[in-house]
């Protein structure tokens, strides 16, 4: 038997030291960012901003498309989703078409049925009460682990002198409320010029 058929393979790792002293000492923070979200099927950046700009070119306003072919081809060969995500929103926005990005954020939010009954949300939870909890994701697929009361995403509801482990923090705001999220260039430098998230 060689060296590789005498080890045992161990499916979950043991946890870390580092982890286990940060919970001993309260210290634990675990941040939940779009991978996480895209593990249970949500879309993740290149997949949204690819949405908006077929839904700008397949839109209509007078007889014509929001967006050229031209526009369209220019817009997926952009490297920046963020850029992608601003603009598309602004051309919506021009239109009247609000309600059209917030159906798409709602719809890139939605987590596969399937994919979430391997829910990696789950796995998680036997942390709550034992570290702190914050997402860039604006998603739902964790607030179910806290009291309705306990998930906030007002900017306001954030003061590094008071960060609570018992609340769960979406720094980037909810779909619950649309106004809060922050997807736009023009949003994420408005979020990060506050001085609570400095």
């Known amino acids: 038997m060689n060296k590789l058929e005498s080890e045992k393979f161990n499916p979950i790792p043991d946890l870390p030291e580092q982890i286990k002293i940060a919970i001993e000492n309260e210290r634990l923070a675990i941040f939940l960012g779009a991978g996480v979200s895209r593990i249970v099927g949500c879309m993740g950046w290149d997949e949204f901003a690819r949405s908006l700009i077929e839904k700008c070119y397949e839109t209509e306003e007078n007889g014509d498309s929001l967006i050229s072919f031209r526009e369209r081809e220019a817009l997926l060969s952009y490297n920046d989703n963020k850029k992608i995500i601003s603009i598309c929103k602004k051309i919506l926005d021009d239109a009247g078409k609000e309600s059209i990005f917030i159906e798409q954020v709602t719809k890139a939010l939605t987590p596969d049925c399937e994919k979430k009954k391997r829910n ?58 649309p106004d809060s999220m922050v997807l736009t260039v023009r949003e994420y430098i408005k979020r990060y010029s506050n001085p609570n998230y400095s």
């Not at 990696?120 to 009361?149: P, W």
């Not at 906030?152 to 409320?177: L, P, Q, T, V, W």
């Open 120 to 177: 990696i949300y789950e796995q998680l939870s036997i942390f709550v009460s034992r570290a702190l909890f914050l997402t860039t994701n604006a998603d739902e697929c964790f607030d179910d682990k806290y009291n309705h009361n306990n998930v906030k995403y007002d900017n306001n509801e954030f003061r590094a002198n008071n960060i609570d482990k018992s609340y769960f923090y979406h720094i980037h705001g909810s779909i619950n409320k």
